[in-house]
């Protein structure tokens, strides 16, 4: 999995998404911003997540997906979804009743930064 050099719009998420998958990018990104509007922002979230997570296609070499970045990938979406899917069922606020799901996902984003930027 890698973010697409030539099917982009914005980060090329959904391009490389959609050739791994073998599904039009479009839909892909149709599905985004429906997620996006719905979760009041926990999908552009994902997408910048990803975005980070996602290594660039390379035109030169052919490179292979690592273990590494499949597992960052799936941990980045079950997090973020799963925080999401809490906040809708009242399971995620602090005790004085505060939700905690934006805090959350800001802790994994920097999370995904901070990983990214040690492996270079």
Do not use: K
């Amino acid at each position: 999995m890698t973010r697409s050099f030539a099917d982009r719009v914005f980060g090329g998420v959904c391009g490389g998404l959609g050739s791994s998958w073998r599904v039009n990018s479009w839909i892909l990104r149709v599905i985004f911003i429906i997620f996006a509007i719905a979760s009041l922002g926990v999908g552009l979230a994902l997408y910048v997540g990803l975005w980070w997570v996602l290594p660039q296609e390379s035109l030169i070499s052919n490179q292979r997906t690592s273990v590494i970045d499949v597992l960052l990938f799936v941990v980045t979406v079950l997090v973020i979804v799963g925080a999401w899917g809490l906040h809708l069922t009242g399971n995620l606020n602090g005790t004085d009743g505060q939700a905690l799901l934006y805090p959350i996902v800001g802790i994994v984003l920097s999370i995904i930064l901070f990983l990214r930027l040690v492996r270079g």
